[in-house]
Structures are given as structure tokens and as C-alpha cells.
């Protein structure tokens, strides 16, 4: 140890400040675990995924290991078993850790297998953030959003707490993981937080009696192909406060949701074109993002993403190389989605305003198209408990007879 740079004693150059407290406490604790355990897993043969630092990746020949950190709870996973028990033997050998077997749950998440898919959901948590709030026993709703807020507006004992009120918007951003029809509500009361009104908390209650009819809901992964393909939509001046634009967007990989964010755009739009564009320059980026990510687990994309959306303007605009007077407030945007379609890494294509799916993610509708555009997104009840309910209706049938 020496003394600091600025802050040297002239007197006694040797001596060092003697140590009472650490200043971090344990805060540094999990990163350096995380130092610790990667820097094993590097010298064993594992390297650092270039998407995600928590995802570790083993190549040798045509075998592929994937393990996830997430501080102490890790996930591993590939294509040879005997390679993974040697790999767990020799982590086992060298930290305290406790093989868990086949997973059933990571990180709050419920992971249901069947022979040919999985299903993701999060029931547990979302119960847990229905007794917080009080309404475990409410009755449920079809509907987490309305179009029309009521005038009448009772307040909410519980929910018109602005800590309890935040602490509930937190978790259920959580939720969206394996929820994504809820996204666009979450996104709404998320912009409230520090000052949530009535209003506010009305619509929370709503998305909280839509949880408690739809706890057993989630995602399914099923094998099918591995083409990318995207859709891209915009609410033009959406809110009615700043007027700005809600851009909306997700991607599947065949038929698997991978990517679905929602967002308020940063300036005002002054056309529907200007602010779909946006949102469509949004999804590029990301489109390239996953193109990436997929030729890193080796599934290149080797024709152009198709990329859906229901403007004929933004279409036309992408496609045209005249850049004109009206659109020069958007030109950086522009050259970005014209450059990655010269390069033939997307390709832009019409999609009818009802089947377009983005819907769900930028605007208020009403219950029959909420629901179709749900099921587009493949978020759906647990096979497990339709199953039960359908064995149970035949019995029932049985007993009548």
C-alpha cells in the first residue's frame, strides 16, 4: 500500500492510512464472485458471450455448452450431457454449490416441459404482487386498459399510496417478461411514478383484476423454424399531455415472441409517417442486434428479415431514394433503414392494419380485439390447466350421463 497521489506526508513517506471500515461494505461482494466464477469458467474453455456478459459459451468441434449467471443462480444447458457432467463435477470440485437437476423454475419463472416445447410463466409472482396490493380475492377483468376512463373515479384505499403504487409498477415490469400483452398498461402507469393521480391508480387496479383472471397465462417455445421476422407500429401523438408518439415493435424467431419493447418517443412527431419511421428505425437497430446474437449461436439469417408495417408511406419513403424538403427532420433515421435495405439485411413489406399485432403494444382496445391480438402473440393459458379443466369436464359429463 502508499499513500495517495495529492496526499503524500512528507514527514513519514512510509506510513499508510490505517483501515477502519470498508467503504463499499459487502456492495462488492457479487461482483467479485462473478469475477471469480467466470474467470474459472474462462480457463476451462468457456468465452464471454459479445451480447451478454452473463451468458458463457463452450465450442469444441460440434459440441455447444451454454451456461447463465445470474449472481448465484446459474443455468446450464447444450447438446452433450456427458460434457455437462464433467463440467458441473469439476465446478462442484472447485465451489460449494448444489445441483438442482432438470430446471423447473430460475429466477421467479416457471419453466414447464413438455416433448416438443416449454412453457414459461410466472404465476407464483404475480400472485405475490396481488396480495400486496390487496386483491387476491377482487374479481377479474377481460380487459387490462379502457379507451374511456370513467368520470366517477372512487379513490383506492391501498393503491392510492404513491409508495405501494411504485413498489406494484416495478414488479409487474417484471411480469412483461413472460406477459407482453400487458406491456403497453405497464408502460402507462410506468410514466406516472412520481406522481401517480386517480386516474393513475383506477387503471392500475384494472391490469391488477386482468392478472388475477389470467394468473395461469404465460409463453410457450416450440420447435419451429428459425427465420426472424418483425412487425413495427406507432400510436401518433398518443398522449394526450406531451402529444408525443408510443413506438411499438416485437420479433419472432418462427413462431417464438423473442423481443417486444414499448416506449414513449423523446420529441414530438409532426406526422404519422415521422413517427412510424421512428419507431421502424427503432426495430432495425434491433433486427441487427438479433441477427448478431442469432450468428453467435450459430443460426445465421441468410435471407432479408421481413419487416410488417401497416403505413404505406413509411413503405414508400424507405424505399425511395429522393430525399425531399418534408422529411429532412428525419433524415438520419431514413439513411439508416435505406442503408441496411441496400444491404439486403431487412426487407420492408405491407401488413394490413388488423392483423397488425403492434397494436397491442401502443394503444387502448377494446376486449374482442385485445384478445385476438393476444393470442398472435402466443401468450396463452398453461396447456397443463386446460388440460386438467377438459378432464374435468368429461368426467363431469360421465357422472350426467
Known sequence: MQQPKGFKYSMHPDHVCRFHKAIYGLKQAPRQWYNTFTSHLVSIGFSHSTSDPSLLVFRKLQTKIFILIYVDDILITGNNSDIINTILDQLIHKFAMKQLGEVHSFLGIQIDRTAHSYFLSQKAYATSILQLAQLIDCNPLANPSCSKLPQDL????VLSDPMLYRRITGSLQYLTLTRPNISYSVNCLSQHMHQPLPEHTFLLKRLLRYLKGTLDFGIPINKSNLSLKSFSDADWAGDPSSRKSTSGYCSYLGDNLISWPVKKQTTVARSSTESEYRSLAALVADVIWLRRILSNFDIPQDQPTDIFCN????????????????????????????????????????????DQVVDIFTKP???PRFQLLRNKLSV??????????????????????
Not at 324 to 333: C, P, S
Open 154 to 157: 372512487q379513490p383506492d384505499t
Open 311 to 354: 403505413n404505406t408511406s413509411v413503405i414508400a419513403l424507405a424505399n425511395n431514394p429522393v430525399f425531399h424538403a418534408r422529411t429532412k427532420h428525419i433524415e438520419i433515421d431514413h439513411r439508416f433503414v435505406r442503408d441496411h435495405i441496400q444491404q439486403q439485411s431487412i426487407r420492408l413489406l405491407p401488413i394490413s392494419t388488423i
Open 365 to 367: 382496445l377494446s376486449t
Open 380 to 401: 396463452t393459458q398453461d396447456p397443463s390447466v386446460c388440460r386438467g379443466l377438459l378432464e374435468h369436464n368429461i368426467q363431469t359429463a360421465h357422472l350426467s350421463i
